[in-house]
C-alpha cells in the first residue's frame, strides 16, 4: 500500500524508506530520516531541508545550500544509491544517454563503455 502525505497544496508519497519511520523536527527540516518524498506524478521530490520540491535535488542541494550530494545523503540517512533526481527526470536522462550511445561509431562505443 502506497503512503500518501499531504503537506501544503502538495499530495507526495514516500520513496526508498523502512518502518518505522522518523520524522525530521520542525528545526532540522521536512520530511523523514531514510526517506525521500515524493510527488503522485513521480515529477518532483522534497528537499528535507527547505521542504520545497525539485526535479533534480542533488542540484539544488549543491546551489542553495552549498551541501555535496554524498552529505546530503549521510545527513539525512538515504542510502548512498538513492538517486536524488525524480523519477522522471531519470527517465528522460536514460533516453537522452541511450540517443548519444546509438550515435556513437563502434570505436566510440568500445572507449565509452572502457572508461566506464
Keep these: 500500500m502506497q503512503k500518501v502525505i499531504k503537506i501544503d497544496d502538495q499530495y507526495l508519497t514516500m520513496s526508498h524508506y523502512k518502518e518505522p519511520l522518523l520524522e525530521l523536527k520542525?528545526?532540522?527540516g521536512f520530511g523523514y530520516y531514510g526517506?525521500?518524498?515524493v510527488s503522485l506524478d513521480k515529477q518532483f521530490i522534497q528537499c528535507?531541508?527547505?521542504?520545497?520540491?525539485?526535479?533534480?535535488l542533488g542540484t539544488h542541494v549543491?546551489?542553495?545550500?552549498?551541501?555535496?550530494?554524498?552529505e546530503y545523503r549521510n545527513k539525512f540517512l538515504l542510502a548512498k544509491?538513492?538517486?536524488l533526481v525524480s523519477e522522471t527526470q531519470r527517465q528522460r536522462m536514460k533516453e537522452h544517454m541511450l540517443?548519444?550511445?546509438?550515435?556513437?561509431?563502434?570505436?566510440?562505443?568500445?572507449?565509452?563503455?572502457?572508461?566506464?
Design 35 to 37: 526517506c525521500i518524498l
Design 62 to 70: 549543491g546551489t542553495k545550500h552549498k551541501m555535496r550530494a554524498d
Design 99 to 116: 540517443k548519444v550511445i546509438q550515435r556513437l561509431s563502434p570505436e566510440e562505443k568500445k572507449q565509452f563503455y572502457l572508461n566506464k
Design 48 to 56: 528535507h531541508i527547505c521542504g520545497k520540491l525539485f526535479s533534480h
Design 26 to 28: 520542525k528545526s532540522d
Design 81 to 83: 544509491t538513492t538517486a
